[in-house]
């Protein structure tokens, strides 16, 4: 739906609400919070009652840490809702924090974010999550939309500007001119797949079992897509799965590379098929200026020159490839402040 926003929004804040991350912008602020979407709750009696005893970082550094009784959750998978109750308590969490801890007053109005794939009943969860947090009301905006505000595309202007988001649950790819996504592709594999494939690859060469905060230090380390002037190498440490006792094995991002390779090579075909739906004159704009690249895991090694070869257009990265769409949710707040008139597409709900 098309709708002309101006001053719909008062103290407001936008939240991207990530498989990985939850990045909060306060009107007037800018961005104050950028933690993990994890939490760590704790089972209270048998009647499957859980009570978080912590959000963000320390929840994250527990991950595959926790004694009996205490479990980490992360309540977004592939840009979706899994957990309806934790992500409504995360979201709640950092409608306060961003109230300066004052919970009365945090009933903002919120800008959201969801992915341009999700089905309406995806996307009415993410509403009633943020409305059942304490919102007073939540707009939706499309993701890919917010992304390419935040990097500074030009998406108002007759021009075809091409933004790709590969996060950490989805991958997304989306064409905009005119204020609108003309076309957008999405994928529900990204950076937590990428991590997936790196357990897989060690339990098969080396029979060597590692949790994922491990095989995404690995990624972060030694990861790559294309080959490198020097390859690298990383002392991994993990349970060896034939004895069950520790194992430290090197590997290579010749290995890393080969493992994660036909992920790539998915998001690589749905960016070729995104640029064959595109209408000719808004191609011929992307192959002129280029397209940009965000999202968390474009900062793998290689990715935008792999890109480039691949669609044979330009790729520029984003500055700040986690903080896109919060910063183009803050803009879409900060315009209407000022009077100015944006066409963008989203989905409002009051309580
Ligand atoms: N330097 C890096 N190299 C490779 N991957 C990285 C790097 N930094 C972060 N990532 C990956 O980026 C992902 C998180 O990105 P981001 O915060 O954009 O995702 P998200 O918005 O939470 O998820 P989504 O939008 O898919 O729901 C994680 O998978 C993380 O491992
Ligand atoms: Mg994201």
Redesign the pocket.
């Known amino acids: 739906m098309f709708k002309f926003l101006s001053g719909l929004f008062s103290r407001d804040i936008g939240i ?6 939850i990045v909060v912008y306060v009107k007037g602020c800018g961005i104050i919070i950028d933690e993990p979407s994890v939490l760590a709750v704790r089972k209270i009696g048998n009647k499957g009652k859980k009570e978080v005893i912590a959000f963000g970082h320390p929840a994250k550094r527990m991950i595959g840490k926790t004694p009996q009784g205490i479990e980490t959750v992360r309540p977004l998978q592939h ?1 979706v809702i899994a957990d309806f109750d934790m992500t409504e308590q995360m979201v709640g969490h950092y409608m306060v924090s961003a109230n300066q801890g004052r919970r009365l007053l945090a009933h903002p109005r919120v800008a959201i ?1 969801v ?1 341009a794939c999700v089905t309406e009943v995806e996307k009415r969860a993410v509403v009633d999550a943020t409305l059942g947090a304490g919102a007073r009301e939540a707009f939706v905006v499309e ?1 890919p939309l917010a ?1 390419a505000l935040g990097t500074g595309l030009p998406i108002n202007e007759p021009r075809g500007n091409m933004v790709v ?1 590969i ?4 991958s ?1 790819v989306a064409v905009l001119s005119l204020g609108g996504v003309v076309i957008s592709n999405s994928l529900r594999t990204a950076g937590d797949d990428l991590d997936s494939a790196i357990v897989a690859m060690l339990r098969q060469n080396y029979t060597l079992s590692i949790g994922d905060s491990t095989a995404e230090e690995v990624k972060f380390t030694i990861g790559s897509v294309i080959p490198l002037e020097e390859e690298l190498e990383m002392e991994v440490k993990g349970r060896d799965l034939m004895d069950g006792l520790p194992k430290v094995v090197k590997v290579t991002s010749i290995e890393v590379r080969e493992a994660i390779e036909p992920i790539i090579v998915r998001i690589e075909d749905m960016l070729r098929y995104a640029l064959e739906q595109t209408p000719p004159e808004l191609v011929k704009d992307v192959v002129d200026q280029g397209l940009v690249l965000t ?2 895991s474009s900062q793998l090694r290689g990715l935008s020159n792999r890109f480039s070869e691949a669609m044979n257009v330009p790729v520029h990265m984003a500055e700040q490839p986690l903080y ?2 919060a910063m183009g949710l803050g803009k879409l707040l900060e315009t209407v402040d000022r009077g100015d008139k944006i066409a963008v597409t989203v989905d409002h709900s009051t309580i």
């Open positions: 991207d609400l990530g498989s990985a991350n840009g974010c992915p993701e992304a988001d996060g950490g649950g989805t997304e999202g968390g896109s769409v």
